[in-house]
């Protein structure tokens, strides 16, 4: 039975033009990732250089500089930026003169980014702000985030903003990070982590659109008279729909989900995964590794994709509308991002910050201060996400399948 409802799903014209566009959207932001870091390598000519090669030859450059960074580490790199922005090159008026002078910097270009990044206010960023340190600079790499971090939450709009147990959580987090930090090229990870969640979030919509018709489809066919009067319609067939939209959203978000994966990172390589986040997010109070925040993306997408596909078949199942039942996903992913760009109350932030599109995109997530006081103890979102939708996911399975195996036929 679960075999003939997976089959009836995809007979419908409809649903193989789905499957083209997954296919569509997993190509597009596979080859916008990787393009992307394909512009970031400048030969020792200045002639840019675009491809799969260059991205290779800025790993390679990048790699090179690869280990802990220590007060040394961090001095040495103040030093080689202020030696390269001191060359008749870097000095020139002339544009290829200064592309030169660029192409010796891209080795250091990652590590002078963290740099900038500890040096700038809280809510600043400034490219150029390596070029004004000293080596003596560097011993105050690591000082400045908890120091800036302290600074921000005494400013007079955060002070209703977080509970002094909250700003406690956040200082007790930035001094738990293992320092000196390891560096290694991580441009690759980056573009992966920003592409992954326009393919998580047209996962959503298009997985919901197929599920949106598995029980609705037997009320617009006028077939549901048969289908409960069957000697097992109202047990082993309600059971298969439920199956069948579990393995339509399991295998298709884990194939794409993959296959975005090899593409991606087998052209960039998979180097930097054992770095911690704060090689990108600088200001992320989460102590995790990029590899650890992979993990995160791809089990936190199939949550938000599993959540919102059954959502999607309990309208369905309910209303007998497809219609309606595809609407779910686009409310869910959108709306709340609206709300989120607008909204100016901290109550609704709060409240957005725990809506299942956060799963879809929790790059950003793991880059945001969003807290919550369960009993005393204050903890991420992302705790709360992961362990909410879990639940419910698992609820609405029999919640689904007791909704339509007593539903009446009209």
Same mark, same amino acid.
């Given at each position: 039975?679960?075999?003939?409802?997976?089959?009836?799903?995809?007979?419908?014209?409809?649903?193989?033009?789905?499957?083209?566009? #997954?296919?569509?959207?997993?190509?597009?932001? &596979?080859?916008?990732?990787?393009?992307?870091?394909?512009?970031?390598?400048?030969?020792?000519?200045?002639?840019?250089?675009?491809?799969?090669?260059?991205?290779?030859?800025?790993?390679?450059?990048?790699?090179?500089?690869?280990?802990?960074? $220590?007060?040394?580490?961090?001095?040495?790199?103040?030093?080689?930026?202020?030696?390269?922005?001191? $060359?008749?090159?870097?000095?020139?008026?002339?544009?290829?003169?200064?592309?030169?002078?660029?192409?010796?910097?891209?080795?250091?270009?990652?590590?002078?980014?963290?740099?900038?990044?500890?040096?700038?206010?809280?809510?600043?960023?400034?490219?150029?702000?390596?070029?004004?340190?000293?080596?003596?600079?560097?011993?105050?790499?690591?000082?400045?985030?908890?120091?800036?971090?302290?600074?921000?939450?005494?400013?007079?709009?955060?002070?209703?903003?977080?509970?002094?147990?909250?700003?406690?959580?956040?200082?007790?987090?930035?001094?738990?990070?293992?320092?000196? %930090?390891?560096?290694?090229? =991580?441009?690759?990870?980056?573009?992966?982590?920003?592409?992954?969640?326009?393919?998580?979030?047209?996962?959503?919509?298009?997985?919901?659109?197929?599920?949106?018709?598995?029980?609705?489809?037997?009320?617009?066919?006028?077939?549901?008279?048969?289908?409960?009067?069957?000697?097992?319609?109202?047990?082993?067939?309600?059971?298969?729909?439920?199956?069948?939209?579990?393995?339509?959203?399991?295998?298709?978000?884990?194939? =794409?989900?993959?296959?975005?994966?090899?593409? =991606?990172?087998?052209?960039?390589?998979?180097?930097?995964?054992?770095?911690?986040?704060?090689?990108?997010?600088?200001?992320?109070?989460?102590?995790?590794?990029?590899?650890?925040?992979?993990?995160?993306?791809?089990?936190?997408?199939?949550?938000?994709?599993?959540?919102?596909?059954?959502? $999607?078949?309990?309208?369905?199942?309910?209303?007998?509308?497809?219609?309606?039942?595809?609407?779910?996903?686009?409310?869910?992913?959108?709306?709340?991002?609206?709300?989120?760009?607008? &909204?100016?109350?901290?109550?609704?932030?709060?409240?957005?910050? #725990? %809506?299942?599109?956060?799963?879809?995109? %929790?790059?950003?997530?793991?880059?945001?201060?969003?807290?919550?006081?369960?009993?005393?103890?204050?903890?991420? &979102?992302?705790?709360?996400?992961?362990?909410?939708?879990?639940? %419910?996911?698992?609820?609405?399975?029999?919640?689904?399948?007791?909704?339509?195996?007593?539903?009446?036929?009209?």
């Amino acid at each position: 039975m679960l075999f003939y409802e997976v089959k009836k799903i995809f007979s419908r014209v409809v649903n193989k033009v789905v499957l083209v566009l #997954l296919a569509i959207v997993l190509l597009f932001a &596979s080859v916008m990732a990787i393009r992307e870091n394909e512009n970031y390598w400048v030969n020792e000519t200045g002639e840019s250089e675009y491809g799969i090669h260059a991205v290779r030859k800025l790993a390679k450059a990048q790699h090179e500089w690869a280990g802990t960074l $220590t007060e040394q580490c961090i001095a040495e790199v103040i030093q080689e930026n202020a030696r390269i922005r001191n $060359t008749p090159e870097a000095q020139s008026e002339d544009i290829q003169q200064q592309n030169i002078a660029y192409s010796w910097r891209q080795g250091i270009e990652g590590i002078r980014d963290v740099i900038n990044s500890s040096f700038c206010a809280f809510q600043e960023y400034d490219y150029y702000k390596a070029d004004t340190l000293t080596a003596a600079d560097a011993a105050d790499f690591y000082s400045n985030r908890t120091a800036h971090l302290e600074e921000w939450l005494s400013n007079e709009e955060n002070t209703d903003r977080y509970s002094d147990a909250e700003k406690q959580f956040l200082l007790e987090q930035y001094q738990k990070m293992e320092i000196p %930090l390891k560096y290694d090229f =991580v441009r690759n990870w980056d573009s992966f982590f920003q592409w992954s969640v326009t393919i998580q979030m047209f996962l959503a919509m298009l997985l919901g659109f197929l599920v949106s018709g598995i029980f609705s489809g037997e009320a617009q066919t006028k077939a549901d008279a048969v289908f409960y009067a069957a000697q097992y319609g109202r047990s082993k067939g309600v059971r298969a729909k439920v199956l069948a939209g579990f393995c339509i959203v399991t295998v298709l978000y884990w194939v =794409v989900f993959l296959l975005y994966t090899l593409f =991606v990172l087998g052209c960039t390589g998979f180097i930097g995964a054992d770095c911690m986040i704060q090689i990108m997010h600088w200001k992320s109070f989460y102590n995790i590794t990029i590899g650890q925040e992979y993990l995160l993306l791809a089990v936190g997408g199939y949550i938000g994709c599993l959540f919102l596909s059954a959502l $999607t078949m309990l309208v369905s199942a309910k209303t007998n509308s497809t219609v309606l039942a595809v609407l779910v996903p686009f409310v869910a992913i959108f709306i709340p991002n609206f709300i989120y760009n607008q &909204s100016t109350s901290l109550l609704a932030d709060k409240i957005v910050g #725990l %809506l299942p599109d956060q799963l879809l995109q %929790l790059n950003s997530v793991l880059c945001r201060f969003s807290l919550y006081s369960i009993g005393g103890t204050v903890v991420g &979102s992302i705790s709360i996400l992961f362990v909410l939708y879990t639940v %419910l996911t698992l609820v609405l399975q029999p919640v689904l399948y007791t909704v339509f195996r007593k539903k009446e036929v009209r």
